[in-house]
């Protein structure tokens, strides 16, 4: 069964402090795709990245980093010197594999992140 | 931003009644989904369509229907709305069906089932 933990329910942290979202994941196939979306309080889903199971190079864009390490089946995004504006719910999520369609996401139960000024 | 329009944003309904959701896309992307979100459970897909007329079950579709019959447009029925479905439906569209195709979503529906 394909699954995705997002342990944390929330997070507070003062603006200009660094801080890392956790995404644990579970899979039987191999070749699979992890994403990251964020929900501001504004309520769209905005798409921020997409990782495929055969790269496992970190990626950064700008403040945000996104480390995928297969041994551990984790995805972490990390907000370096976060904003105000990075206030918004992060979900992480897994491509699903049900046959026909492939392209089924499966998302975890989401990480509230609240910058304080 | 992905031309996916939801309508209505918000709607207050009885139970027992009938209830269509529209999602309208401009992208000519063959494949649409629909997602709820709730608290504590993220989003869970109910049906996806991967063409026209052609539609599928997804994680929690019981309870709702769906149908495609133009390219741009895909419904969601609840055909006798329950309180357990309040929630915050999103409509998402992908160019292609293979995994990997990053899912673009509308700005979400809120209804409430009193």
């Known amino acids: 069964a394909q699954k995705v933990t997002q342990a944390q329910t929330e997070i507070s942290v003062v603006e200009k402090e660094d801080v890392t979202l956790d995404c644990v994941y579970e899979?039987?196939?191999?070749?699979?795709?992890l994403f990251w979306y964020k929900q501001p309080p504004s309520g769209e889903l905005v798409f921020l990245i997409r990782?495929?199971?055969?790269?496992?190079q970190n990626e950064i864009s700008g403040r945000y980093s996104w480390n995928f390490q297969k041994s551990t089946s984790s995805f972490n995004f990390t907000i370096t010197a976060s904003q105000v504006v990075d206030s918004a719910v992060y979900f992480c999520?897994?491509?699903?594999?049900?046959?026909?369609?492939?392209?089924?996401?499966?998302f975890g139960t989401g990480t509230l992140l609240a910058v304080q000024p | 931003d992905a031309g996916i329009t939801q309508s209505p944003r918000h709607k207050v309904t009885e139970t027992g009644t009938p209830v269509t959701l529209r999602c309208h896309q401009t992208e000519n992307h063959r494949y649409m989904y629909w997602y709820r979100q709730d608290p504590g459970h993220g989003l869970r897909l109910i049906h996806y369509s991967y063409g026209v007329k052609d539609t599928d079950k997804g994680e929690v579709s019981d309870g709702y229907s769906v149908s495609r019959s133009k390219t741009e447009d895909f419904l969601l029925t609840l055909e006798s709305a329950t309180s357990s479905q309040t929630s915050v439906y999103f409509c998402?569209?992908?160019?292609?069906?293979?995994?990997?195709?990053?899912?673009?979503f509308g700005n979400g529906t809120r209804l409430t089932v009193t």
């Open positions: 999520a897994l491509s699903g594999n049900y046959g026909g369609a492939t392209n089924k996401l499966i």
């Open positions: 990782r495929n199971s055969f790269d496992e």
């Open positions: 899979t039987r196939d191999t070749t699979y795709y």
């Open positions: 998402a569209i992908s160019e292609t069906g293979t995994s990997g195709s990053p899912l673009h």
